[in-house]
């Protein structure tokens, strides 16, 4: 095991926050305003449904078979997931067959913090210093949606009843998964859910006005979590463009014994053993790497 698994994922994760949608506008004709209203209200009652899909408890915690391909090259590894409703998600790496944690993702409302235990390296950001992230209102509530499967309003930490019209759902193309989608500027959303549940199959988020960079979160194997169902797998293809350098990359989590324990701390303190490294050091390191 290397480093060079955790600068990968520090660069698909980060680019996942910085992702984003264009807008859409609705139709608006006077000849058809009965029938827009009609639409509306049935695509604001679909996005209802949509939106009581979430789950209720305040933790999921499962084991993971977690793995990344960045240019051909794929690593996996057993994972653990821990997340705590709008407070900590976190993926903790392990050895195979020992269990020894080798690494450590944590995404918290303030920062986040990526930990190689190997090497005894770690880098830690807060969300407001990266100013593509916080002009866009992008933090850790988008992040946390596509984790938990549920929906996501750019700068609000929740979506609440009040909000759900702000979403443009189209319920009169004929197929079974409804397209409901946000845009903002060079932002746009798009949530795929099938048509009889509301349970959100996709998401789309994609950022530049001719999409150069996109992000697609997958999800199947919905098992039940208490009154819910909670998809088991989730498979997350990112496509990055910046000044014309492209990557991919493709982020697997096959998960297994979901549970709602609350019994772990979701803050990790670390030794002053740990050596702190820069975002620009990791990009230099990665620069490296790509030779």
């Excluded at 997958?218 to 000044?243: C, E, I, M, Q, W």
Aim: hydrophobic fraction near 35%; charged fraction near 25%.
């Amino acid at each position: 095991m290397n480093r060079t698994l955790y600068l990968l994922l520090v660069v698909a994760f980060l680019s996942v926050l910085g992702c984003g949608t264009n807008k859409t506008a609705l139709g608006n004709t006077k000849d058809k305003t009965v029938e827009k209203e009609n639409s509306e209200k049935t695509g604001l009652r679909f996005v209802q449904k949509v939106a009581d899909n979430a789950p209720y408890q305040k933790n999921i915690v499962a084991k993971m078979d977690f793995g990344i391909n960045v240019g051909g090259k794929t690593v996996s590894l057993p994972a653990t997931l821990r997340m705590r409703k709008d407070d900590a998600v976190r993926i903790q790496l392990l050895m195979p067959v020992l269990g020894s944690e080798v690494g450590r993702l944590e995404f918290t409302p303030d920062y986040v913090l990526i930990v190689d235990r190997i090497h005894h390296k770690y880098v830690k950001e807060d969300y407001n210093k990266v100013d593509f992230l916080s002009s866009r209102g992008i933090g850790f509530s988008n992040l946390q949606s596509l984790f938990w499967n549920v929906l996501s309003l750019p700068g609000e930490k929740k979506v609440t009843e009040e909000l759900l019209s702000r979403f443009h759902v189209n319920v009169d193309v004929p197929d079974e998964n409804v397209t409901v989608e946000f845009a903002r500027n060079d932002m746009k959303y798009v949530w795929k859910a099938d048509r009889s549940e509301g349970r959100i199959k996709e998401a789309v988020v994609s950022y530049g006005q001719d999409s150069k960079s996109s992000l697609t979160w997958s999800y199947s194997g919905f098992t039940p979590f208490g009154s819910r169902k909670y998809p088991l797998n989730h498979v997350v293809k990112l496509n990055a463009n910046d000044g014309g350098k492209s990557m991919e990359a493709v982020v697997t989590m096959n998960m297994s014994k979901l549970t709602d324990d609350a019994s772990w701390e979701s803050r990790t303190v670390l030794s002053d053993k740990y050596e702190r490294m820069t975002v620009e050091e990791v990009m230099k390191l990665l620069s490296l790497l790509d030779k």
